[in-house]
């Protein structure tokens, strides 16, 4: 019986109470984020600042007021952020999760847009309201690493011909790149992580790749919550934002952003 | 007695070590299958914001809130507005090799199959020579028709022809070129090329190459001073 109680005891205090106490805001309740309206926009290419606010009237009660003034303030900070990236000479990626769009941009100009097929948005997320997010997405989120199953730049090596006859063996007709399989996993300051993966099938050897990077990352987060399990204890959690979108597109992605990048996050 | 008893109570036997063992797996796996139901979820806090924004505040200063935001939002977007090119500009995608020429409001007019760099690393002896299409915005600086194309060394040294002098004769190509050519900087160019059947892969020595149509309509629509923007 006693060992039953410490082990109550001990997922009480370490799981289930950290559970309910994790909302900051009592009053307000959190929102699932699957919840939120995704609108269409496939061919065309969508200015991510725009969105259908309303102007500012006359409101007709305070909550109304508060949800509009929200929606202006998210939109007057993703506007900002992008006018800060515009001003510079990188390219970016503005991730729009409500349109499920990934644009690249530079210089405020679209340069490249994919549909995202799916997103998965971790729970650190999702149990957070608008209102709460606002301060963490108020300004674009600069890269600090990145790991890919692919390389960023590579170069065929080639010796120069002696004269012309080694010259005429050489190969000349071109061979069409095959693209290799593609898991791109991004972190970001405030704790963000962004895994950009691919929709379709990997053939066996990039499965591999693929499976050796998510079962190390799981090793790193399991072996995180075994250690706070012994100092009730447990360094901040990432939250995780998954992208699948089409290989073509993924690989553009990666290879496009410089290293140095910074990404705009539209929830 | 004793066995008929303890024959009688099975399910509270079972029960005495099942409830432990329950519990602890059940502990054990939101150890470590749910990290985001974790304590530290709460110290992402750190950059949320701490109290309710708009707490408080009287519908009146709600809409003061709200008409400032309303114009900080108009200001930026005409700061945004203003770094829009004003000429009509070409996107060229170096994975993909496809351009897209678009007008002033960024509307795509014509599209189609270019050839950028072969991301060839060319080793002669100490030199290393790269050939790549360089990623990032640039803009027309000349544009001619039926430009000869002046040899660089390389040229040279890919084809095992020895190196000719600045001014030697066999450094002016009249056909290599195409119809159309057009400088975007540090030598590189959009221009046309021979070698119709490749284009739609990575070919060049870093230029963009396109077909004899798409080159004539971008070289119409593109005037000195256009945007070209290249990823």
Known sequence: MLVTACLVFVSIVTVIRPVFNRNPFPRTAARNYSEEKKKAGKDEIVNPGEDTVAAPETFSNSKDAQNKLLELKRKENLLRSRLMLATEDSTYLVLDLINNLAILELKGIPLHQCHIIHATISNSIKLYSKEALMGWIAEPFALKNVEATIPKISYIEKIAPKDTLEANKMVTEPKETKLGDVLVVMDFERNLRLVISQNEQPDPDGLSLISEIRTRYNKIEVSKSILALTKFNREPVKPQIEIVIPKSDATILYKALPFNTRIILKL | ?231
């Not at chain 2, 829009?84 to 678009?102: A, D, G, H, M, Q």
């Open chain 2, 1 to 231: 007695m004793e066995i008929e008893e303890k024959k009688g109570r099975p399910f509270l036997s079972i029960l005495k070590w099942f409830i432990p063992v329950f519990l602890f797996c059940l502990s054990v796996m939101m150890v470590l299958y749910t990290p985001a139901f974790q304590d530290s979820a709460f110290k992402v806090k750190s950059w949320m914001n701490s109290k309710p924004l708009f707490e408080g505040k009287s519908p009146e200063a709600l809409e003061n809130l709200a008409l400032r935001s309303s114009r900080n939002i108009a200001s930026i977007e005409s700061k945004i507005e203003k770094l829009k090119p004003v000429k009509p500009y070409i996107v060229v995608n170096t994975l993909e090799n496809r351009f897209s020429l678009r007008n002033v409001d960024g509307d795509t007019v014509r599209t189609g199959v270019c050839s950028t760099g072969k991301n060839e690393l060319l080793i002669a002896g100490n030199k290393r020579i790269v050939f790549k299409t360089p990623k990032g915005i640039f803009t027309v600086r000349n544009k001619q028709q039926n430009r000869p194309w002046v040899k660089p060394d390389w040229a040279f040294i890919e084809d095992g022809l020895p190196i000719p002098s600045a001014r030697a004769a066999e450094r002016i190509d009249y056909s290599t070129l195409g119809d159309y050519a057009m400088e975007i900087g540090n030598g590189y160019m959009i221009h046309g090329t021979l070698y119709q059947r490749f284009l739609g892969l990575p070919v060049t020595h870093g230029c963009v190459r396109l077909g004899d149509k798409d080159l004539e309509v971008v070289y119409n629509t593109l005037s000195k001073g256009s945007k070209v923007y290249i990823y």
